[in-house]
């Protein structure tokens, strides 16, 4: 393993981090710029310009702009019509935050199998699992273990992998659910020639500092619905009425803005976004043809139909207890390739450990089996 990864990166004598940014545009032309007219904080020209180029590059017909990617999902679910005791369905196998803007919404997570082609919900299997828990009820799905409504599915889009969304569209017309889309790894993704983003009601990005594209802390809303596209931007922004001076507030609004020094960060990364994910692509090739013919390692490649920005390269590798992995971990992260394991499945956190769930065997499989190198754009250099 170690000497394939050598074969692509190269001798090292310090560790090769996992993701890293890189700055190699704008970035401190437009930083200066805000420090030189003062407009650092949450309202300016970078905030406006930002939101303008998330939707022209995702093709959606509003981005609003947030502190962060679960902030931007709390407020997806929140604008999606989950209310508290409702229960969202997600994937077991995802980054805690979208568990988490459940909690905040008031809702309760119940937890659906994954499967190995994408690492996204697996459409079949939650079909299947509806149909044993529950049924329709005027309309609404309902939990017939739990008597509580089934208000939406996360679909997450693992690694920049876009999930199934054909499948997953029609389970969601099935049982009268609102889809609405982590994307928060997806920047870049397209699936059947769209955006990731575009087929739920809403989605969610993140621009954390270890994403394609970061802001240093940020995220967006993308919606195709006009009304909700008004409604997250008046939400987000502490649901104030817009005055020359008076604080008019008419609801219970959330101080998710993003400051324009990180929308300045994120407009020159933008303008490099095409540069990143062609380099990013570039990596993922190498390592296609690195690890090619390797008993029981399997290199993670975009399914068909879709284009994955290979956000975090992946290596699926079978018969893994969870061991084993941890010890393959040290060895490439002594070696001085940073390497990590996939998230620890949300069933098993303490506070999410008596939520419902389906059966949840491929995602137990693939939290032994999945391992993240080496990713950053640079590498392909």
Same mark, same amino acid.
């Given at each position: ?34 420090l030189?007219?003062?407009?650092v ?32 999902? &709390?407020i ?49 299997k939650?079909?299947? &699992? ?6 329709l ?19 997450? &889009?693992?690694f920049? &992998? ?49 994403k394609?594209?970061?802001t ?58 095409p ?68 998230w ?24 032994a ?13």
């Amino acid at each position: 393993m170690r000497d394939r990864l050598k074969a692509v990166l190269g001798e090292t004598n310090a560790m090769i981090p996992l993701h890293e940014p890189e700055f190699r545009g704008e970035e401190w032309t437009y930083l200066k710029d805000c420090l030189d007219t003062g407009w650092v904080s949450s309202v300016g020209a970078y905030v406006d310009r930002l939101e303008a180029d998330l939707a022209e590059i995702t093709g959606v017909s509003r981005a609003v702009a947030v502190a962060n990617g679960t902030a931007a999902l &709390h407020i997806c679910l929140q604008l999606a019509g989950v209310e508290p005791g409702d229960e969202v369905l997600i994937p077991a196998l995802t980054f805690i935050a979208t568990a988490n803007a459940v909690s905040y919404a008031g809702a309760r997570p119940h937890f659906v199998d994954s499967e190995s082609i994408t690492l996204g919900v697996d459409a079949a299997k939650l079909d299947a &699992h509806l149909e044993e828990v529950a049924e329709l009820v005027d309309g609404v799905c309902v939990n017939r273990r739990t008597g509580m409504p089934i208000r939406a599915l996360i679909v997450m &889009h693992v690694f920049g &992998h876009p999930s199934d969304l054909d499948a997953l569209e029609d389970v969601c017309r099935r049982w009268n659910l609102r889809l609405v889309e982590d994307a928060a790894e997806s920047l870049g993704s397209f699936y059947k020639g769209v955006h990731t983003g575009n087929r739920g009601v809403l989605a969610a990005l993140s621009f954390n500092g270890n994403k394609v594209v970061t802001t240093g802390g940020g995220g967006a809303i993308l919606t195709n619905d006009p009304e909700l596209g008004r409604r997250a931007k008046h939400l987000t922004t502490t649901a104030r009425v817009p005055h020359r001076w008076n604080f008019i507030h008419d609801e219970v609004g959330y101080n998710y803005r993003m400051p324009n020094l990180n929308a300045a960060l994120g407009c020159a990364q933008l303008e490099r976004l095409p540069d990143m994910l062609r380099r990013k692509r570039e990596l993922a090739r190498r390592y296609e043809v690195a690890f090619r013919g390797l008993p029981g390692v399997r290199f993670l490649t975009e399914p068909a139909g879709s284009i994955s920005n290979y956000w975090l390269n992946t290596l699926i590798i079978d018969d893994l207890e969870l061991a084993a992995r941890d010890r393959l971990l040290e060895q490439l992260n002594d070696a001085g390739y940073m390497s990590r394991p996939i998230w620890t499945l949300l069933h098993r956190l303490p506070m999410y450990s008596d939520c419902p769930r389906a059966d949840l065997t491929v995602a137990e499989q693939l939290e032994a089996a999945v391992i993240n190198i080496p990713s950053s754009a640079r590498l392909a250099d």
